[in-house]
């Protein structure tokens, strides 16, 4: 997991170091990256690097930074209102980059 992003996870949740936050935090990362990636497309074959060019990287990185901010805010998916307007932003990534992908 890059270490960048759990920083500016916990950044953006105004967190404290606790290593048993960074254990959720990690897994939240993981979970974000792997539902962004499924929703545009993997990083391996004719596109790897995809995620590491600069007109991709921070877009691809907020989007993750959002889905798993809202796993680790969120626990309950009982939840509406401001998890629906975050969908709505990760939606639209992911279409503008559904289309860089193909």
Do not use: C, H, W
């Not at 007109?55 to 401001?82: D, N």
């Amino acid at each position: 997991m890059d270490d960048s992003l759990l920083s500016d996870l916990k950044l953006s949740l105004r967190l404290d170091p606790d290593e048993e936050e960074d254990m959720i935090l990690n897994r939240n990362l993981i979970a974000a990256e792997s539902y962004v990636k499924g929703a545009i497309g993997n990083d391996d074959g004719l596109m790897e690097g995809f995620y590491e060019l600069d007109s991709v990287k921070q877009s691809y990185e907020i989007a993750v930074i959002a889905l798993a901010s809202s796993y680790y805010t969120f626990r309950s998916s009982g939840m509406t209102g401001r998890i629906t307007t975050l969908f709505m932003t990760l939606d639209s990534i992911i279409a503008q980059f559904r289309g860089k992908y193909l």
